[in-house]
């Protein structure tokens, strides 16, 4: 029944809504603003006083969002009607929308950030935008102002991400999504004599390692009509999301900071190439070749179609409108990447958008925009059950357990990736050789190490 009631409550957690306050005030929602009248109002800490932002007008801008978008339940009739008393009660207008289309995104930014206006903008970036944007100072150090940074709704992965020494630039007031993990082929495994739940089982028991999972994949991987030729493979795996699951679960990865926040390349530490050479070894003994004039993105096809049993990529792939969940006869389950002999728990790449305060603004004006926004994104009361996130989830996956247990480590689990903030860095460059054969992990990063430490040092200026 909790799972029914998550359902009926949580549709928003499908997709994100944009939602927006009207100008002229008034409920918005169905249930209307004045059902929260009895909510505590909020100080200012600074007068003592209820805020008053005289009427500011704030944009949220991303690349999806329609605030006209109608409500599609309930709960998101209940958050336009929350976020309409917020604007209502403190005064200030903001609305979530997009800037037009993803490919133009970072262009604006970049612009406004450069030049200015009168708009009061908080900019929703991706890897394309925000790397370079830190790097030439067009964002706001967030630990300037007053806000409550260990509230719970703030992605404290994102925060992390962006941090420089005691400053951070970033901010997400979402949960970590839940992405890397292995979707495996339930049809596949089963006439193998392999069940479903065997896997779910290893993870649960904490068994689900490199080692188990390569003896599942010797079982798959073999040739079906005693011809000499190997005809049935066990992975059809995107080189660069096997690679960085692999080493996020041997507790590697390719860029960290130190201790003063300066990038370092770590992609040759004695955690990353155990998790290099086992990556080669992977796509060597149990990856399906790619077919003679196929797109880069074979492997899909191949998945999807049933010729391997193993993809290695992220959970959007089952949400509907996605290729899994679309165009996928088969039932496939979805498990946590397997944990290295130096990994300590399932987890997931933690690689989220990040929210920035242009720094053309000055400290006043930036600052009174962050407060608005953390007073609107607030969660809507009476909406306080922890697993309301799973309801689009149990839409999508066909088990529960892909659910419950798998997503659950990985929301519970975020691990910061680095490598996406540092500008100019490719870090798939390292996979390529390496996932087809062409170059040892140790050439691989020899190959790189001088181009990347370079960019590093630029960055780290």
Known sequence: ?????????????????????????????????????????????????????????????????????????????????????????????????????????????????????????????????FPTGMKNNLFWDLSQFKVDWKK?????????????????????????????????NKRILEENGFT????????????????????????????????GIIDQYAMAAFNSEFSFSALDSNNAAIILPDANGKYQNVANSENAMEAWNWIAHMFKEYQMPQPEGSNWDWFYASFINGEAAFATDQEYLAMPGNRFHDNMKDDYGFVCFPLGPKGTAYRTINNDNIFTIPACYDHDRAEKIMQAYDLWSDPVPGYNDPDSWKAGYYAAFSDERAV??????????????????VPGLNSSEITWGICGGYQTPQEAYEALAPSWQAILDDCNK
């Open 1 to 129: 029944m909790k799972k029914i009631a998550s359902i009926v409550l949580a549709v928003a957690a499908v997709s994100m809504l944009a939602i927006g306050c009207s100008k002229k005030g008034g409920a918005s929602g169905a249930s209307g603003s004045s059902s929260f009248a009895k909510q505590k109002k909020q100080k200012d800490p600074a007068t003592n006083k209820v805020f008053d932002f005289d009427k500011m007008e704030i944009v949220v801008l991303d690349w999806w969002s329609d605030p006209d978008a109608p409500a599609a339940s309930k709960q998101q009739e209940d958050e336009k009607a929350w976020k309409q008393w917020v604007c209502d009660t403190y005064n200030v207008s903001i609305v979530q929308k997009s800037s037009g289309g993803w490919g133009g995104h970072p262009e604006i930014i970049q612009n406004f950030c450069t030049t200015g206006g009168d708009e009061n903008y908080i900019f929703v970036n991706d890897g394309r935008s």
């Open 404 to 421: 419950d247990e798998t997503l659950q480590y990985m929301v519970d689990n975020p691990n910061p990736r680095f490598d996406v903030v």
């Open 152 to 184: 719970s709704k703030w992605n404290q992965g994102v925060i992390k991400q962006t941090s420089k020494g005691s400053s951070f630039y970033g901010f997400n007031p979402a949960m970590p999504e839940p992405r890397n993990g292995v979707f495996f």
């Open 196 to 227: 479903a739940d065997y896997i779910y089982d290893l993870q649960k028991d904490g068994k689900w390692t490199w080692d188990t999972f390569e003896e599942i994949c010797k079982a798959l991987t073999k040739d079906t009509d005693n011809d």
